[in-house]
């Protein structure tokens, strides 16, 4: 079966230190991956994405995810956190053979930055 | 672009009253949409999938009768709560995909339903 796991609840990071907010999925076939942000009260929105290619994504705001095949994991990451990267963020993936466009999602990971 | 637009984002209504939910496509069509709910601190529970011109698939355990869902066109679904009651209070969030499978879902902002 297919599964995604956010393994910390909550991740605490100083401003301007580097942040890391971990993903491990599981599919029978190769993944498409995704990471997306959700502010307070707000729908989600999407930071990045792996298809094929490069390991090393980059995204929106200065994020950036590297897949790991052996591991299983997209860990999302950024050089120097800002206060303002405070938010929940969710992992998501979706096996490249199923028909229908569904993503399987990770139970959240909440990320606060502290000045 | 690739923009959402969701509405109402706040409904506090009496029990017993049916609400509707819309979600729009703006920059793009819109061939699949979904509709999640989410709990206070708690990840999405994707409630249904709907296919621009068909009926909706619903999750397991979603009631059809009490979420309506149509997606009558490629840039709108909506969401009917028949009857709600204070057990529907929740926060609603659609999304939408104009495919492939390697693209994104797109979300709207979200509506917070508070059913007295």
């Known amino acids: 079966a297919q599964s995604v796991a956010q393994p910390e609840d909550q991740v605490n990071v100083a401003e301007g230190n580097p942040l890391t907010v971990k993903c491990t999925y599981s599919v029978s076939g190769n993944p498409y991956l995704f990471w997306y942000v959700q502010y307070p009260n707000r729908g989600l929105q999407f930071l990045l994405k792996?298809?094929?290619?490069d390991n090393l994504v980059k995204g929106s705001y200065g994020f950036e995810a590297e897949f790991n095949k052996s591991q299983t994991s997209f860990h999302l990451k950024k050089p120097s956190a800002l206060v303002s990267d405070s938010a929940l963020y969710f992992c998501a993936v979706r096996d490249w053979g199923d028909s229908n466009y569904q993503l399987i999602w990770g139970a959240g990971t909440k990320l606060i930055i502290k000045p | 672009g690739a923009v959402v637009s969701q509405h109402p984002s706040w409904v506090i209504c009496k029990s017993g009253t049916s609400v509707k939910i819309e979600c729009r496509s703006l920059?793009?069509?819109?061939?699949?949409m979904f509709w999640y709910r989410q709990f206070p601190k708690q990840s999405l529970m994707l409630m249904a999938t709907s296919n621009e011109g068909s009926k909706a698939t619903y999750e397991q355990g979603v009631e059809k009768d009490k979420f309506l869902i149509n997606h009558a066109s490629l840039t709108l679904s909506t969401l009917t709560v028949t009857s709600a009651h204070p057990e529907d209070s929740s926060f609603y969030i659609c999304s939408a995909t104009g495919g492939p499978g390697n693209q994104p879902q797109h979300f709207g902002d979200g509506t917070r339903l508070s059913i007295l």
């Open positions: 792996y298809i094929t290619g």
């Open positions: 920059d793009f069509q819109a061939t699949t």
